[in-house]
């Protein structure tokens, strides 16, 4: 290739370590090229991740603005980066952000790519060529008053803030898909069950109800701890003390956030502190773990409650989905639920792994926030598809075996236990027991032996009678 030709193919940038050539008509620069070569580690890119970059937009204008309040960059360059991040928040250019998820360098990798991207949008914008950065530098422009170790930590908050926003909805409509079924099924009565046992009767629908509302504490719970991605350390630059900025800037940052967002954002107490500190996304991260152990349950529930279907316990039937074997014909999977257990287990085991990161922040700076970041990305992805293919393909097409439900209660030996207010807990067992060996059921066996009439067993045992407390004392006579 002649020289011509590869100066029309490739524009030279330097850094600290040399000259290197970059794609003439990329925006991202010369720190951005060897992130590309140095981090081929997860196949995943930061330019798959909007919201991410969305992040580091808000965080750059919020910068810009303050810069310009604080006179350390002129109103033009301050009105060009805040028109480059506006592009990028409206979705644009993401392509220009080619580089791994994870990195080395806590960050620097990330924060140089925006600066680069946003500096060459800005001179564009300005009427300057790319790369003419004695106009507008990445370093010097885009991110003065900053450091990587402000802005990528607070750019990961807004990115998570936008993601919580996102996943909600799934995790509601999720809850209301359950709710749904509830009422549905409210009428529809079944035994329940403790240690795989028969234990006493029940409704359906205060299943489905248990499982709504189990979900539904964990959506408060995701809420408030949500509210902790608002509180950043702009301002910090380096490890907290605020060097290479302005007195102001810190606050002027702030405000400019949370005109940009709407959101209450309000600026970490001890900056120092908050610097090597992830306890935000340690807790966003168990939350999110309380929320697929309580989703794992009921999907392990479901499965049980649909097995056989004729030697298992078949009180649900499951949509059918897919054949379950290439060798067993006829044999039909719980395949939805099973999928969904595999994405539960992969989110609590992506917890350990923010656990162990979060606990390698040493001194002042904590290097392992790409994983981090990284990782509850994913787990936020994998709930939110996995709610949605739960809900659309298994829960909103369940069916009740309603009357394989009413005969297990009806043999069960459990109802006994509704007897044990009036003729005690050993009279109790005896009837248990000669049940149990003799195969009779518990009405007749109660009759044969006298303990209460035809009327008043009969009372006793109505469903609706056994599905909450009730003043059985009035029977004994």
Excluded at 340 to 354: A, K, L, P, S
Excluded at 454 to 468: A, F, G, T, V
Aim: with cysteine; net charge negative.
């Amino acid at each position: 290739m002649s020289n011509d030709s590869k100066k029309s193919l490739y524009r030279q940038e330097s850094d600290l370590l040399g000259t290197r050539d970059v794609p003439a008509e990329a925006y991202y620069g010369v720190q951005t090229v060897r992130a590309i070569e140095n981090f081929n580690i997860s196949g995943r890119l930061l330019c798959s991740y909007p919201n991410f970059i969305r992040g580091l937009a808000i965080t750059k204008k919020a910068a810009a603005m303050a810069n310009v309040e604080v006179g350390m960059i002129t109103p033009e360059q301050g009105e060009a980066i805040q028109w480059a991040c506006d592009q990028l928040i409206e979705g644009k250019y993401h392509d220009q952000f080619p580089i791994d998820m994870i990195q080395g360098g806590a960050g620097t990798s990330t924060n140089m790519a925006a600066n680069e991207v946003i500096a060459n949008l800005a001179l564009e914008r300005m009427g300057h060529q790319k790369g003419e950065y004695q106009y507008c530098s990445p370093n010097d422009v885009v991110n003065a008053s900053q450091s990587t170790n402000d802005a990528y930590p607070c750019a990961i908050h807004m990115a998570l803030a936008l993601e919580h926003l996102a996943f909600m909805p799934h995790l509601e409509q999720m809850i209301a898909a359950l709710d749904y079924k509830r009422k549905e099924f409210a009428n529809v009565i079944k035994m329940g069950r403790t240690q795989l046992q028969d234990a006493v009767p029940m409704t359906l629908g205060q299943t489905f109800g248990a499982f709504a509302d189990s979900l539904r504490g964990e959506y408060k719970n995701l809420r408030s701890t949500a509210d902790e991605f608002l509180v950043v350390n702009m301002g910090a630059t380096a490890i907290g003390t605020g060097i290479c900025s302005k007195p102001g800037y810190s606050e002027a940052c702030i405000k400019a956030m949370r005109k940009i967002t709407g959101w209450n954002i309000t600026l970490a107490d001890n900056l120092i502190e908050a610097t090597s500190a992830t306890t935000c996304m340690i807790a966003y991260s168990a939350a999110m773990k309380r929320l697929a152990i309580k989703t794992n349950k009921i999907c392990n529930d479901l499965r049980l409650l649909s097995s056989g279907p004729r030697c298992g316990l078949n009180e649900i039937h499951l949509p059918e989905r897919q054949p379950g074997s290439s060798i067993m014909p006829g044999k039909v999977n719980p395949v939805i639920p099973e999928v969904m257990n595999q994405v539960c287990y992969r989110v609590i085991g992506n917890d350990m792994t923010i656990s162990l990161a979060s606990d390698n922040g040493q001194l002042e700076l904590n290097v392992m926030e790409p994983v981090i970041a990284y990782t509850l990305f994913e787990s936020i992805h994998l709930l939110e598809h996995g709610y949605d293919t739960l809900r659309n393909f298994c829960i909103d097409g369940i069916r009740a075996n309603e009357e394989r439900c009413r005969q297990l209660v009806e043999h069960s030996i459990g109802i006994v236990t509704m007897l044990n207010p009036i003729i005690g807990y050993k009279q109790s067992t005896k009837i248990a027991k000669e049940a149990s060996e003799t195969g009779r059921g518990v009405y007749e066996l109660v009759l044969e032996h006298g303990l209460l009439t035809k009327e008043q067993l009969d009372e006793i045992l109505k469903p609706e009678n056994m599905l909450q407390p009730m003043d059985l004392q009035k029977l004994e006579h």
